[in-house]
């Protein structure tokens, strides 16, 4: 593993936050340009929530923030019981969470080439506030049991024929937020 992996991997077990960011008010459209001292590779993010270490008395979280994160994330059907942020973070691959169920997802802020997470269940908030997607963002049948906030998201607009938020039989526990769904074509 590189430094940035070992410093991920260590604080997890603690639930400790890990901010790779220069300054907060950072712009992760810049992300493909950071260097390996902030990267994180997918294949590494994925070992992390399904085999981690856990440290007894504490609370496990990927607490994650200025990431430019490698590869595809792909966790379909995956069993994640943990918290995951992944805040202000640059995703070279759309995330394929197909399936999978998580405790709560927070993506606040990132930049991602799309996102496939069809009949995702999160068992809290699933938080895309701010994020912008460079593809579509795909969550048909998704069971939230929290909310759903995507206040401030930039959905670039699909390939002709395809919506750009698909939300088709999606369930909410408690609110969905969408204050912009920024270039987006259409919506289904």
């Known amino acids: 593993m590189t430094p940035a992996e070992e410093r991920v991997w260590r604080a997890f077990p603690r639930g400790q936050d890990v901010d790779f960011r220069e300054s907060a008010d950072e712009d992760p459209e810049r992300g493909a340009d950071w260097g390996p001292e902030r990267t994180v590779r ?51 691959g ?16 990132s930049v991602l080439p799309g996102l496939d997470a069809a009949t995702l269940r999160v068992d809290g908030v699933l938080r895309m506030s701010d994020c912008l997607f460079d593809g579509p963002v795909r969550l048909g049948g998704a069971q939230i049991s929290g909310a759903l906030f995507m206040d401030g998201a930039d959905i670039d607009e699909p390939p002709a024929g395809q919506p750009a938020l698909q939300l088709n039989h999606v369930t909410i526990g408690t609110a969905c937020r969408r204050r912009a769904c920024g270039r987006a074509a259409r919506c289904v």
Do not use: K, M, W
């Open 94 to 109: 759309a995330p394929v969470l197909y399936a999978a169920r998580l405790r709560q997802l927070n993506l606040r802020g």
């Open 42 to 92: 997918a294949s590494v993010v994925r070992a992390l929530l399904l085999s981690a270490p856990q440290e007894d008395g504490e609370t496990a979280a990927l607490r994650l923030a200025g990431a430019r994160i490698t590869g595809v994330l792909n966790l379909q059907y995956a069993d994640i019981d943990h918290a995951v942020r992944l805040s202000g973070c640059f995703f070279e």
